[in-house]
């Protein structure tokens, strides 16, 4: 970046950092019980200036809930951008690809396997620890295809028909669950941002951190890839280890994201395209922050548009990203001349 | 750069190929100097770019190694690959909304650190390539909005910007237009004068013989290397072709169309006329008699001669054209002082033209 493009940089970062930091505020102070914003600020700074069960609303329910939709954004996106540039493949996500389905297979094997009892910080890393494995199974399968097909159309194809294979394994596998873990895996696969508190927050946390760094980490190595792998390697770039730190990455983030909230679509695909509109940027120093930035605020908005503000009704999220997402990869689709090259 | 010839790359017995025991290439071997400019042909498919690929040190070769100065290029650690070979592939990759100068930078991975940040040498260095292939003006335009020559300047830069002594191309003026096509080798050429070791590939001849110091040229799984020239005395350009209805005439450095002449035309006259009506003569299928050469010399060797300068190497065809072959038609040019015309004498008529395509319209249709 030259110099006057690197304060521009900073700019629209923080222009985006405050639009996130009032579009926080608003989710967490709108819902079926108002809390004013100005409340809130007084609470986080000073003693107590709400009540009780304004207190216990915000500590227990809506701090956590926004918190989820903060890492789930930031995870899924960054997951898709890395999907995009190494796949070299703007239609790639990890929803679209399968890797979500992927994760949901593994959760839905310990959920399904080990009926209700999964609800204790163990059987919480079990599920993660199956999502992860799931993830990473379709990434490898997806990487070997990728290696003998470049059409970008066929791989898509692929990890649809894969995407929708796995969910018919799960619908399979809930026809023989028993009551009681069916119940409990349905309620999962419903997903929400607001079914994770407490000890999986934490989980949660403890396992998207890391991914995230590890997106940061391989940022070079993204630059360089998006000329391909030819190129990547002859700037002295290692594209295996830039390859397997994109794989733990992804995994990781798109396992993890799937496993507490259940399959979010489209956040992935949109929220890179949606930065790269924003800002005008390919550059990767840049984008991945952007993306992550802009990540957690399409997904805040999300949260706050299912909440359908006034109502006390709470929308499926799954649904409300979809809605969001889908016009972009249109946009995409529509007006991306490498798509049929 | 004090010493001129010193050996930088070398290969040996060199063998490649993709699946076992099928090899594009065989027992290659050569050494590259510093400052040379090595122009690489080849049928396509004869391994071209698999050739560059290995001595890139993208890929490996079946059997043998490609040394840079007497380490292997495949047991180097790869940043100390990537600052002394650089590599740009056919065609350009396209990136949505980088600028040239982010587009260049990418150059500079092998010297930066884990982040890729740009320190002002390494800015500098991206300003002056870019400044090497003329696109200082576009140093902030995206490169989706510039056009094949420009972005095909951008890759060169970036690979400039890589500061290597080694420059691998492929194929570097593949889709460019003439102006477009001599400007790449005219900065390739800069590069040369600046020590830079220079390897392209190419499918066009004139960019060999007016830029390469040495020719490589695959032919039959084998490498064959020298001056141009010298592959023009052993008959390497001719042996290429030799299967394909291409004939490459060495006096001209001009390909023909093999069997495509039937017909003889004897033509007077010289200069610049002679020449554009020659080439429309051959191009619809006559084989022109030089009067002025072939003035005073027995008819056989005419015959002879003629043959040798059109490429027309079938015996059985002299035979056969022989009754048709005494000047049925000739051809006079009448250079004028704003104009000229062309007689046609045939079967005792003559006819006058005004430009070459009514003349080529005539003959055509007698033949």
Known sequence: MTRLSKSKFLFQIILLAVLLVVLVGLDISLGTVKIPFRSIVGFLFSDS?????????????????????????????????????????????????????????????????????????????????????????????????????????????????FSSGLSAVISLMQYFGNAAALKSFVIWSMGSLGAVSGSALSVMLIAIVPGLLIALLSVKGLNAMMLGEEYAGSLGVSVRTTRVLVFASTSILAGTV??????????????PHITRFLTGRSDMRFLVPATLLVGMIVLVFSDIISQVPGSDRILPINAITSLIGIPVVVWVVISSKKLFN | MGDESFSILTFEDLWLGYLPGEYLLKQASDEVRTGEMIALAGR????????????????????????????????????????????????????????????????????????????????????????????????????????????????????????????????????????NRIGILEVLHKLK??????????????????????????????????????????????????????????????????????????????GILRYWTRRALERGGFRVSDQQETRGLPQEESVEKMQKDTGETSKKKTGENKQDDVAAIRVDIDAGKDTSAWNVLTAGTVRTFHTLYDLMAFLTHIV
């Open chain 2, 193 to 270: 004068s600046h020590g830079r070791t220079v390897i392209f590939s190419t499918h066009e001849f004139d960019n060999i013989f007016s830029y390469a110091d040495k020719v490589w040229v695959i032919h039959e799984q084998k490498l064959v290397t020298g001056a141009p020239e010298d592959l023009g005395l052993i008959g390497t350009y001719e042996a290429m072709f030799s299967d394909s209805g291409v004939a490459f005439d060495t006096d001209n450095l001009r390909f023909l169309r093999e069997g495509h002449y039937h017909r003889s035309v004897e033509l007077t006259g010289d």
């Open chain 2, 44 to 179: 396509n498919g004869t391994g071209k770019s698999t050739l560059l690929r290995t001595i890139a040190g993208i890929r490996k070769p079946a059997r043998g190694n490609v040394m840079l100065q007497q380490r292997s290029l495949f047991s180097s650690p790869p940043y100390e690959l990537s600052r002394n070979i650089s590599f740009v592939a056919t065609g350009t990759n396209l990136v949505e909304n980088l600028t040239v100068f982010e587009m260049v930078s990418l150059g500079r991975h092998p010297y930066t650190n884990w982040w890729g940040n740009i320190r002002d040498k390494d800015r500098r260095k991206i300003h002056e390539s870019i400044h090497f292939v003329g696109m200082e003006d576009f140093t902030h335009a995206r490169v989706h909005r510039l056009s094949d020559g420009e972005r095909q300047r951008v890759m060169i830069a970036m690979s400039l910007a890589q500061d290597t002594r080694i420059m691998i191309l492929d194929e570097p003026t593949a889709f460019l237009d003439i102006p």
């Open chain 1, 49 to 161: 200036v709400l009540s009780r069960q304004q207190e216990l609303i915000l500590l227990d329910f809506r701090i956590p809930r926004v918190v989820t939709a903060l890492l789930a954004g930031a995870a899924l996106s960054v997951s898709g951008l890395q999907m995009q540039t190494i796949f070299r493949n703007p239609l790639a996500g990890p929803y679209i690809l399968g890797i979500s389905s992927g994760a949901s297979l593994g959760a839905a094997l310990v959920l399904l396997g080990t009926g209700a009892m999964a609800t204790g910080i163990f059987a919480r890393w079990g599920i993660v620890a199956a999502a992860w494995i799931g993830a990473a199974s379709v990434m490898f399968i997806l990487l070997l295809v990728t290696i003998r097909i470049r059409n970008i159309m066929t791989i898509l194809i692929l990890g649809i028909m």
């Open chain 1, 258 to 271: 799937t496993a507490f909230c259940g399959p979010i679509g489209f956040i992935g695909i949109a929220v």
